[in-house]
């Protein structure tokens, strides 16, 4: 774990609210095109009640909402929020500050919790999941990047204790697992969305559906009712 890293996700999203939407328009389009696969899938599968972890500035939250969902959204970058609420018109009781790791709502709160885009950015992922699983009734919902060689290669190397000794050489120390802002992408712990499966799958939920989209996979997962 690295002492400061939430803070730097929060100070840096908090800083670029103000341009985050036009950053995210122009540098990931293709996440736009994906959208219009996997929000559908969104809306026929995760029942009336949904929770957006990490819901930005109400991109997709929006779109939920516009749809009829009585859908609601955490995030604990103030700045990104109060863009949902003035941009968006999204009102603020459906709004909640707070820590992914920690969510703001009962057990099985919500027929489905989804994240999109988001758990790359988490200090831990699997509590982020723990708690979106606690939180949900029924479906899990996770948009991220796909690791696709780099993923395997990395597992691969790590396994025959090269990857450490290689990336060393290369870059002059040991790879952190973190990685630095820089003008079209935040801090980053490096994860990939083919690590979600095992996790939820352990935790004792049933992979219902992996679309596929370029550059990225969309999971969805179901509790198991028995």
């Given at each position: 774990?690295?002492?400061d890293?939430?803070?730097?996700v929060?100070?840096?999203?908090?800083?670029?609210?103000?341009?985050?939407?036009?950053?995210?328009?122009?540098?990931?389009?293709?996440?736009?095109?994906?959208?219009?696969?996997?929000?559908?899938y969104?809306?026929?599968?995760?029942?009336?009640?949904?929770?957006?972890?990490a819901?930005?500035?109400?991109?997709?939250?929006?779109?939920?909402?516009?749809?009829?969902?009585?859908?609601?959204?955490?995030?604990?970058?103030?700045?990104?929020l109060?863009?949902?609420?003035?941009?968006?018109?999204?009102?603020?009781?459906r709004?909640?500050?707070?820590d992914?790791?920690?969510?703001?709502?009962?057990?099985?709160?919500?027929?489905?919790?989804?994240?999109?885009?988001?758990?790359?950015?988490?200090?831990?992922?699997?509590?982020?999941?723990k708690e979106?699983?606690?939180?949900?009734?029924?479906?899990?919902f996770?948009?991220?990047?796909?690791?696709g060689?780099?993923?395997?290669?990395?597992?691969?190397?790590?396994?025959?204790?090269l990857?450490?000794?290689?990336?060393?050489?290369?870059?002059?120390?040991?790879?952190?697992?973190?990685?630095?802002?820089?003008?079209t992408?935040?801090?980053?712990?490096?994860?990939?969305?083919?690590?979600?499966i095992?996790?939820?799958?352990?935790?004792?939920?049933?992979?219902?559906?992996?679309?596929?989209?370029?550059?990225?996979?969309?999971?969805h997962a179901?509790?198991?009712?028995?």
């Amino acid at each position: 774990m690295k002492p400061d890293f939430k803070t730097e996700v929060q100070q840096h999203f908090d800083e670029r609210a103000a341009r985050y939407d036009h950053d995210t328009e122009t540098c990931d389009q293709q996440d736009f095109v994906n959208f219009e696969v996997v929000i559908p899938y969104l809306l026929q599968h995760g029942g009336d009640r949904i929770l957006e972890v990490a819901t930005g500035t109400g991109i997709v939250l929006e779109r939920l909402l516009a749809a009829g969902k009585d859908a609601y959204g955490q995030d604990f970058s103030s700045g990104l929020l109060r863009v949902a609420e003035t941009k968006r018109r999204i009102p603020s009781e459906r709004l909640s500050k707070g820590d992914a790791e920690f969510l703001n709502f009962p057990d099985d709160h919500f027929d489905s919790v989804c994240v999109f885009r988001s758990l790359h950015h988490m200090d831990s992922p699997l509590r982020v999941l723990k708690e979106m699983v606690r939180c949900a009734k029924r479906s899990v919902f996770v948009y991220d990047s796909a690791g696709g060689w780099r993923r395997r290669t990395k597992k691969t190397l790590d396994a025959l204790g090269l990857y450490q000794v290689i990336y060393s050489k290369l870059r002059g120390q040991p790879d952190s697992g973190y990685r630095p802002a820089n003008e079209t992408e935040g801090p980053v712990k490096v994860f990939y969305v083919e690590d979600v499966i095992p996790i939820l799958e352990h935790e004792r939920l049933r992979i219902v559906k992996v679309i596929r989209v370029p550059g990225n996979l969309f999971v969805h997962a179901e509790k198991r009712t028995h």
